[in-house]
Every structure is written in C-alpha cells, then in structure tokens.
C-alpha cells in the first residue's frame, strides 16, 4: 500500500499536462484524504456547485458510478434534486431544519462536496459542516482547495482534479493507498 502523498505526486507526474498540480499537492492531499476516508466510511456526498460550475456538478454524477469503472457504486446526490429548495434556505434555522432532515435521511452520514465562488447563497450550508469537501473560486478559505475563476484553464483543471479523486478514490477502495499516513 502506498501513502496518499507519494502516490499523488506519481500520478501527476505520470500525466503529462498536470505539472501545474505538483505544487499544490500539500494542500490537495488532506482534503481528497478526509472525502475518500468519508465515502470509504459509508457517507453520502451531496454535491453542490454555483451557476458557472453547473455543468461540472453534472459532469461529476455522469461518471462518478459509470459500470466500466468495476468497482462499487458510490452514494453520490446532487443536493438541489435531494432538496429543491435549498437555494432559498438563508436564515441559520432553516439551515438547521434540512441539516436535521439530512442526518434523517442518511443515518450512515452524509457531507457536502461544494465547487463554486464562495460567495455563492449555498455556500452557507457548505461552511458549517467541518467535513465539507470544498473546491472554492477567488478566495482563500480554511480547508479547501483554492481555484481561479478567471483562470483561462480553469475548466480544464477542474476536469484534471475529477480525475485525480476518481483515480485516488478507486485506489483507496481496492485497498491500494494508505489513507491512515
């Protein structure tokens, strides 16, 4: 079994248009660690983008669970299908009642993978949960992996970083990485 880090810094370098990765790697490994560890554990992932990142946040359900991957289907929800109101929750009550409704709805836990500016009305939901997995545009927040919007590759390396946790979350559950170091 390898460690998450040495084995991230190999599959960049093995592909060759990744290089731009390399050096954030230090951040990126903590945070695909705790979301793997969480989907290994048995945790939902409700997934919730911006606007922008609409197209991203389809492209993620497409291939997460496609058959050809062999491997087990993952609980993987677009949050906005689970909870068609969610975009006009905004007091920290009504907050509190969908996360109560979600801690219903999934006993085995659930978290929530954010793509998006962090501005964005949703991201509200997103930041009071510690386990979020957090993608987030123009800013530098605690414990998220930092892009820019105005990043001409942007869309490119949102495709690049899919495929890097594809490919980590596939090792991790055919026992291949050592989330534990």
Not at 65 to 94: C, D, H, I, M, Y
Request: charged content about 25%.
């Amino acid at each position: 079994m390898q460690q998450l880090l040495k084995w991230t810094l190999e599959t960049i370098r093995q592909e060759d248009c990744f290089s731009w990765m390399e050096e954030h790697r230090y951040e990126w490994a903590p945070l695909v660690k705790s979301a793997v560890r969480q989907m290994l554990e048995g945790k939902t992932v409700l997934l919730m983008t911006d606007v922008p990142r609409r197209w991203f946040g389809k492209y993620i359900l497409e291939n997460v669970n496609a058959l050809s991957k062999n491997r087990p289907l993952l609980p993987v929800f677009p949050l906005p299908k689970v909870f068609p109101n969610v975009g006009s929750l905004s007091s920290t009550q009504e907050l509190q009642l969908l996360e109560d409704m979600l801690e219903i709805s999934f006993p085995n836990g659930y978290f929530i993978w954010y793509i998006g500016k962090g501005d964005y009305p949703l991201t509200k939901l997103a930041y009071r949960g510690d386990e979020s997995f957090l993608w987030i545009m123009d800013e530098e927040v605690e414990n998220s992996f930092a892009l820019r919007s105005s990043d001409e590759q942007l869309d490119i390396k949102l495709i690049q970083l899919y495929k890097l946790f594809d490919m980590t979350l596939s090792e991790a559950l055919f026992g291949e990485l050592d989330l534990e170091h």
